[in-house]
């Protein structure tokens, strides 16, 4: 009966030194990316016995549950004093998530289980009516972007556009970003050619002068060196003198060579790539995606 009651005695003293734990579980964003890394720290404490020296920590393993599915576990470090562990994923569904920590326990501190911690986890899709166009020099052509919601999306997705160099093309989103479900309208726009032939410019130059037409033949042509002949040179002045008062006149010779103005820039015709970029950020990460839209330009005709 007496050494019964030592055994007794030595298994209270046991107990009473091992000590009450708490798991404090925080998480790196309660909202996250699909495909982002998120991180799980869980922070063990307790209070020793008087049997025990104050400095020592809780040792061992925290595993991470979701719901009741185990999805990763980390051993804990001393990290200033402090007992923690941190648990990185980048696999988490999209949806919410109840995430809890377990502690295992030691020989001085007692197992322990975190009050679960939340995380929404946002994901979404970005589908195109299309990914190539056909257009004719000067021409504009228009593909819309459908962003499906997948799992309560509270961040905007951004959308933006880069043309290919010296092409003389644009493109724009409108609206540059989409929160939710919803649409945004790329348009491409081409640059068409705008030249002039070097006969019909000197034609409508000399039109426009109205007046200056009848000096210009008068003077450089058979039938003016005639008449000179003919009515002498009283005449010829007054005649000159009155197609001159009748409009503006440049005379530079007789020559009809004129130079017309250079053709304006064009969209080359071919095939040109269009980059387009679609992001969007949650707590200071962000997931980007670049695509391209094949464009054909025809020459106009």
């Known amino acids: 009966m007496k050494r019964l009651v030592i055994f007794l005695l030595l298994l209270a003293c046991a107990l009473c030194a091992v000590a009450q734990t708490q798991v404090t579980l925080t998480v790196s964003s309660p909202v996250a990316l699909a495909g982002t890394l998120v991180s799980f720290t869980a922070t063990v404490s307790g209070t020793p016995s008087s049997a025990m020296p104050s400095s020592i920590i809780p040792t061992g393993t925290v595993t991470f549950e979701d719901g009741t599915i185990p999805i990763g576990d980390a051993m804990l470090q001393n990290n200033l004093g402090l007992a923690t562990g941190t648990f990185f994923t980048a696999n988490l569904a999209a949806g919410s998530h109840q995430v809890v920590a377990l502690y295992s326990g030691d020989a001085n501190f007692k197992a322990a289980t975190s009050t679960a911690a939340t995380i929404a986890i946002e994901a979404f899709s970005i589908t195109p009516n299309a990914t190539t166009l056909t257009l004719t020099q000067g021409q504009s052509g228009k593909l819309t972007y459908t962003v499906a919601d997948g799992a309560g999306v509270s961040t905007a997705v951004d959308f933006g556009c880069i043309p290919p160099p010296a092409t003389y093309t ?105 980059e387009v970029i679609t992001s969007a950020s949650a707590n200071n990460q962000t997931i980007a995606q670049d695509t391209w839209i094949t464009v054909t330009v025809l020459p106009a005709s």
């Open 170 to 274: 644009t493109c724009a989103f409108s609206p540059a970003a989409v929160t939710g479900n919803g649409q945004a309208v790329l348009t491409i726009a081409t640059t068409g050619t705008a030249s002039t032939s070097a006969r019909g410019y000197f034609f409508r130059r000399l039109a426009s002068k109205g007046p200056a037409l009848a000096s210009f033949l008068f003077l450089c042509f058979p039938l003016g060196l005639r008449l000179r002949r003919r009515f002498g040179g009283v005449f010829v002045s007054a005649l000159m003198l009155a197609l001159l008062l009748a409009g503006p006149i440049a005379l530079t010779g007789c020559s009809s060579a004129k130079t017309a103005p250079a053709a304006s820039a064009a969209t080359p015709p071919g095939t040109q790539a269009f």
